[in-house]
Each structure stands twice: as C-alpha cells, then as structure tokens.
C-alpha cells in the first residue's frame, strides 16, 4: 500500500511557464517532505524540503507547499527550463525517524524549448 | 571524489549466485543508508547504519540480504542466493549526521540483473 503517491507518471510544459509536480500521502505520522529530482543514470539529487509546521518553502525558482488538511503537498517550478526535465520524487519521513524516506514513484517531467 | 561512489556501476549475475556491492560515501558522513529502486518505482529504503552499527535494518526482504560498515565508512550489501525478483537499481545515501533533516547525497547506483 502506497503511502506516499505520485499520481502522474508524466508531465510535460512549455519553457518559461510553470511546473506543478503533485504529490499525497497517506500516513498523518508523516511530518517531513522532501523533493528530489533524478536525472537518467544518476543518483537522486535533494532539490528542497517542508516541515509539517510550514505550509510553505521557497527556494529560488523552486516552491513546495503542504496542505496538511489534504494531506497533499505541490512543488512549482517557475519559470520552467529545459535543464528541469528530469523525474521528480516526492519523499516524506516520520517525526522522529533516522532519516529513512519513503518515496512516491516520480513525476518525469519534461519541459520543451 | 566528492560525492558517493558506489561499484560495480552494473552487474549481471546468474539465479543462485551471491552477489557484493559497495558504497563509498562523503568523507565524514556518519549515516549511511541503502536503497533499493525497481522498475517504475520509487527508491525503497533497505537499511540505515549511524557509524559502523545497523540502527534500522526493517527495510530488508528477507535475510538473504544482509549489509556491513566495519570501519564506519565503506559499506557492503551482500544478497545471497540471488532470485530474478532483486533486480533493481541499487543505491546508497550518506548524510553528515542522520535524522530526517540532514540531507542524504545518493551515489549513482549499482544496476543488478539476475539472469
């Protein structure tokens, strides 16, 4: 049973616009959220994080909001570029875990020129 | 290097055999994690080591698969009597401390096929 769940397998944008990745769970125990992004070939790479006491981070052109409510959280990526396309994996831990994650399937993301 | 490295970066190994990899993680990273990565799935945690001592093995299918750290740097995840259901991507992580906030860094992974 997948607590953490990526709905779309694939995503595709225009560059310049805006991508929303989305991403829910299931387990209110979870109280941390992470994104990563995975080129082919590569490890996954940590792009930006959200504690459950937040609703909201902002990283450059990266933004991750939680609905806790909803047990749903988005990551937005504006403005799109081309050097984006990649999967993107939502993440989420326990309060108190070690650190062990519990990932989504990934959203390929693919933004066009 | 600076970042995690982990050999053989592929590996095709026959039903029955037993089969080594190796994780070499950030230089004075404590934590050390293993993951597992089939197709079309997400990464799925194995097992965590703070230091030389496996603090959270739960992630670990059955005990064919069993995972060191001696000296608290390299680690090894061993998987015995291999079975064409382990094929997958496998890959190690390495954080500064451990804990949920500390960032793990993923080596590219060892892809293991068994024939």
């Known amino acids: 049973d997948q607590q953490v769940k990526q709905n779309s397998p694939s995503l595709s944008v225009q560059e310049g616009r805006i991508s929303i990745l989305n991403c829910d769970y299931t387990?209110?125990?979870?109280?941390?959220f992470l994104w990563y992004k995975k080129y082919p070939a590569e490890g996954p790479t940590f792009l930006i994080s959200?504690?459950?006491?937040?609703d909201k981070n902002e990283d450059g052109r990266f933004t991750v909001f939680l609905n806790k409510s909803a047990k749903h959280l988005s990551l937005h990526i504006v403005p799109s570029q081309p050097g984006d396309s990649a999967v993107y994996f939502c993440a989420a831990a326990y309060g108190g875990s070690q650190g062990n994650l519990i990932f989504g399937k990934g959203t390929k993301l693919s933004v066009k020129p | 290097g600076a970042g995690v490295s982990q050999t053989p970066s592929n590996k095709v190994t026959e039903k029955g055999k037993y089969v080594e990899l190796r994780c070499d993680p950030i230089s004075g990273h404590t934590a050390l994690y293993w993951y597992r990565q089939s197709l079309g799935q997400g990464p799925e945690f194995l097992i965590y080591f703070q230091g030389t001592g496996a603090a959270d093995d739960s992630g670990l299918p059955n005990d064919r698969f069993f995972a060191v750290r001696p000296e608290g740097s390299v680690s090894t995840l061993k998987i015995q009597r291999t079975e064409r259901g382990d094929s997958a991507v496998y890959l190690c992580?390495?954080?500064?401390?451990?804990?949920?906030?500390?960032?793990?860094?993923f080596g590219p992974g060892t892809r293991l096929l068994v024939l």
């Open positions: 992580a390495s954080s500064r401390g451990g804990g949920r906030d500390e960032t793990q860094y």
């Open positions: 387990n209110s125990m979870f109280d941390y």
């Open positions: 959200i504690s459950s006491i937040k």
